[in-house]
Each structure stands twice: as C-alpha cells, then as structure tokens.
C-alpha cells in the first residue's frame, strides 16, 4: 500500500500556479547550466517543491542533460511512494533530492544516503520545508549541513491574487490569509465540498493541472 503516488510524467509547466515556481525552474536550470554543486529549493507545505523539481528535470531532458530523481522518505524508508515515469538515467548528471529534511529526522538512518548524495559528482538540488536546524544529534550529517548552507538558495513564495485566481478555478471564491500555497488552499476547502467533491476531483484528475 502507497502512501501517496508521484507521476514525473504529469508536470506541464503551462498549468503551474503563479509565476514564482516558474521563475524558480529557470533560476535552477540556469544554475544548473553553470555547473554550480548544489541548489536548495525552500517553501511551505503545498507550495509545489515537488512540481518544481519533476519540472526542471523534463526541461533539463529536453536539453538533453541525463537527469534523476530521489524521494528521500521513499530512500529512508520512511513512507512507501509509488514512482511512476521517473525514467532515472544511469548516467545522470543532476540529481534532484525531494524532501532533504527526511534526513535530519533519522540521522542515524540517513547517513548511508547521505554519503551517497556527496559523493556524487554533478549537481545536487534539494527540496527542504522547514528551516535548516543543527544540533548535537546531527553532528554525523554536517558535511550535508555545509553543503546546504554554501548552497544557492530560493524559495517559492505566491501572490495573493495568484491563489485566489487559483481558488477560482476550483469553484472558491474567498482564501484565508493563512492559506499561502495551493496546498493549503485544497486542504482547507476539501471540507466545505462535502459529499460533492466534483470540483476539486476535476482538479487533481486533470492532466494539465499540477500542484
């Protein structure tokens, strides 16, 4: 049984919600076109770090740059997710890492993985939610830390005009202040469709919609 499924396959660049994960793609493309070690992709739950990465990895292909990508949940066995159209190269020259922040919740576990991720020796771009934290615990992983934090950084942020043109497309027309992603935004109204969840079906059903 998976915890949830991840389809590389589905991310239409023309679908994404506002202009700033758009802006991100090209900001890590660039980068990753100059060569530079490591990239770090921040922002909150629903934010579309995911959509992010599985984007740039179909531009970087259609550049013809051998890519691939790693869910670490998925690695540290810490969540049983489905990967579907992945395609990862053998051969790849980036790879992106989903979900850094899994590391630093089991250092013991993550060390192997981790000692992987800094032997590679192309470009590494990561996913992180929360704030880079460091302590004690995390002392066997603090060659990632330094990596992380001599890394180029960004994050994705949205307009609030951008999530309720969102919110519209999904029958919605108002959006708490405190629902700053489209995540959120489909968390909290999921509730208030009650049995009829047609709207927000259509949404995630829909091939040229991505969060």
């Given at each position: ?11 239409n660049e ?15 493309v660039d980068?990753?076109?100059?060569k ?5 992709i921040?922002?909150?739950?629903g ?5 992010a ?5 179909n531009?970087l ?11 670490s949940?998925?690695?540290?066995g810490?969540?049983s997710?489905?990967?579907?159209d992945?395609?990862n ?5 980036v790879i992106?890492v ?14 192997g993985f981790?000692?992987?991720l ?5 470009t590494?771009?990561?996913?992180l939610?929360?704030?880079?934290l460091v ?8 060659p ?14 949205y307009?609030?005009?951008?999530l ?5 497309r999904?029958g ?5 202040p ?13 509730r208030?469709s009650?049995?009829?969840?047609s709207?927000?079906s259509?949404?995630?059903n829909?091939?040229?919609?991505v969060?």
């Open positions: 049984m998976y915890d949830y499924v991840i389809n590389c396959g589905r991310v023309d679908s994404l919600v506002g202009a700033s994960i758009k802006e991100i793609i090209n900001w890590a980068k990753i076109m100059r530079e070690r490591a990239l770090v921040t922002g909150e739950s934010s579309g770090k995911t959509t990465l599985l984007a740039i990895m531009r292909r259609k550049l013809g740059i051998p890519v691939a990508y790693v869910n949940y998925n690695e540290l810490l969540k997710i489905k990967l579907i992945c395609h190269d053998s051969n790849a020259r992106l989903d979900d850094i922040d899994a590391a630093f919740a089991v250092p013991k576990i993550a060390q981790v000692n992987k800094l032997g590679f020796n192309g590494i771009v990561v996913t939610t929360v704030p880079l302590s004690n615990d995390l002392e066997m992983l603090e990632l830390i330094m990596l992380l934090r001599s890394a180029s950084r960004v994050a994705i942020e307009r609030d005009d951008e309720r043109a969102f919110a519209q999904i919605i027309d108002y959006v708490r405190i629902m700053r992603t489209p995540g959120m935004v489909l968390r909290n109204f999921r208030l009650g049995n009829n969840d709207a927000l259509r949404v995630l829909d091939g040229n919609v969060l």
